[in-house]
Nanobody, 120 residues
């Protein structure tokens, strides 16, 4: 199983980024997908999750109204649209797949992460 995240980068506060996570080696439509963030020295935190069908979505409170999670089951890809970014959103973002752990886990597979840096 491989989960490959991309789309991270450096932006100024108020800007936008779109993260993508391409999955391979698993039956993508059978897995709920999630995004997590991690800052050095802190535990990895839940950001957003989407159910297998895409009909159920969950966000952590600080990103509600700013981030949008979506998935394309034909492309085996999950997305995280990040708008109105704030410096406190700076972190490494990981995508993950879970069979039964929607929305907050446990997750079965993890990608290697992509860095998001927001400057003020």
């Amino acid at each position: 199983v491989q989960l490959q995240a991309s789309g991270g980068g450096s932006v100024q506060a108020g800007g936008s980024l779109r993260l993508s996570c391409a999955a391979s080696g698993l039956a993508f439509r059978n897995y709920a997908m999630g995004w997590f963030s991690e800052i050095p020295g802190k535990e990895r935190e839940f950001v957003a999750a989407i159910s297998r069908s895409g009909l159920r979505i969950s966000y952590t409170d600080p990103v509600k109204g700013r981030f949008t999670i979506s998935r394309d089951n034909l492309k085996n890809t999950v997305y995280l649209q990040m708008d109105s970014l704030k410096p406190e959103d700076t972190a490494v973002y990981y995508c993950a797949a879970t069979r039964l752990g929607y929305p907050r886990g446990p997750y079965n597979y993890w990608g290697p992460g992509t860095q998001v840096t927001v400057s003020s």
